[in-house]
Antibody, heavy 117, light 113 residues
């Protein structure tokens, strides 16, 4: 069974940094592209990063380019999202998602990030 | 960026009724090379993450009941629930899986009377 467990969320001040992790199990982690998707308090979904299976290629929307960095450790079956220069609009539930028949075939339960003074 | 527009934003139906919801994309999601539409539907129940329902515009994910049907091509897509059940209470999102940046619609909230 595919399992994705996010951690690392919390309360951070504007301009601060945070690093999220996603522990994967139940599949061959190194064979799949992985993504982060966030959901705002208003329930809007926004894709924020994708990384290729080997980690060589990364993709971001303009809203986070230069502030967020996605990475992975295939030996540890773990996906990461480093976030810096955080803004109030980055407040959201952050989900990691595995690729497959679609870019977001499986989702974790999420970790909450709150950016507030 | 491809804008995904869903309608209606909410609907309330009785169990057993048929439901149809729409998703329109600002650009075609059809890959001319393989003639596949890169459109996905997700179901999000209260307190849960989104769950993949339909991919390729019309292919049901494994385990999804056959009362859920996706249709459409190009820029116009539809999700139909043939006979709504109480457990279908959720928000339904469509998603551009065709090109970066991947984008989602704002959702259709399904309520059961």
């Amino acid at each position: 069974e595919v399992q994705l467990v996010e951690s690392g969320g919390g309360l951070v001040k504007p301009g601060g940094s945070l690093k999220l992790s996603c522990a994967a199990s139940g599949f061959t982690f190194s064979s799949y592209a992985m993504s982060w998707v966030r959901q705002s308090p208003e329930k809007r979904l926004e894709w924020v990063a994708e990384i290729s299976s080997g980690g060589s290629y990364t993709y971001y929307p303009d809203t986070v380019t230069g502030r967020f960095t996605i990475s992975r450790d295939n030996a540890k079956n773990t996906l990461y999202l480093e976030m810096s220069s955080l803004r109030s609009e980055d407040t959201a539930m952050y989900y990691c998602a595995r690729g497959g028949v679609t870019t977001f075939a499986y989702w974790g339960q999420g970790t909450l990030v709150t950016v507030s003074a | 960026d491809i804008v995904m527009t869903q309608s209606p934003s909410s609907l309330s139906v009785s169990a057993g009724e048929k439901v149809t919801m729409s998703c329109k994309s600002s650009q075609s999601l059809l890959n001319s090379g393989n003639q596949k539409n890169y459109l996905a539907w997700y179901q999000q129940k209260p307190g849960q993450p989104p769950k993949l329902l339909i991919y390729g515009a019309s292919t049901r994910e494994s385990g999804v009941p056959d009362r859920f049907t996706g249709s459409g091509s190009g820029t116009d897509f539809t999700l139909t629930i043939s006979s709504v059940q109480a457990e279908d209470l959720a928000v339904y999102y469509c998603q551009n899986d065709h090109s970066y940046p991947f984008t989602f619609g704002s959702g259709t909230k399904l309520e059961i009377k």
